[in-house]
């Protein structure tokens, strides 16, 4: 009998540590989750801070007038990239200012309502779509901006992540518009149904027990 009671005891002990262990690998398995998804933000921030830093030293470097000609075709395409997603009071805006002998470059949005005009940098413009908006739209200007122009096709991976779903379509049709103008093939990496529906050929990519397994069953 007291040999059943120790069973039973060890018994409620081993189920008892199966649960805390259970308990805790959840804990592990959130926090190694938490830990990926911050990295992966902290990258995609990177990558913004990046194209607004190759901006800055590609009209900063330039002389005067190049400056001036490459500030008025970016302002142009970051205006019109703006408009198409999220409608015609956006505009796009870069100062340059001379400070200790040097420029100095600054990014604005734009939105005109009526007899209100607010100005604020792309970080704090109504969230984290229009800095993707901007984003793209930039590294689309700056490809296009280089003498002799650079060949081969705009790559980009999760375009446009923080656009609310009323205006993805909206960037779909401005890349698709931008591989018209600029004959330029998009190659896209991404999650968005409305995205890889506008391409001319869609591979999908599904990880099945840990093999990557692509089909092309869909087509735009």
Known sequence: MQVNNVISKL???LIKQKEEYNI????????????EEREKEIKELKDDIDIFEQTRILLKEASEYAREQAKQQIVSLVTKALQFVFGPEFSFEIEIEEKRGRPHVEFYV???????????KPQTARGGGVVDVVSLALRVAIL????????GPLVLDEPAKHVSAD??????????????IFSRQVIIVTHENHLSEIGDKAFRVKAEEGVSNVTTDFQA
């Open 11 to 13: 018994d409620r002990n």
């Open 24 to 35: 805790r690998k959840g804990e592990r398995n959130r926090l190694l989750t938490d830990k």
């Open 110 to 120: 734009v939105s005109d309502y009526g007899d209100r005009r607010l100005k604020n």
């Open 144 to 151: 296009e901006s280089y003498n002799p122009k650079v060949a």
């Open 167 to 180: 205006y993805i379509v909206n960037v779909a049709q401005f890349l698709k518009h931008i591989n018209q």
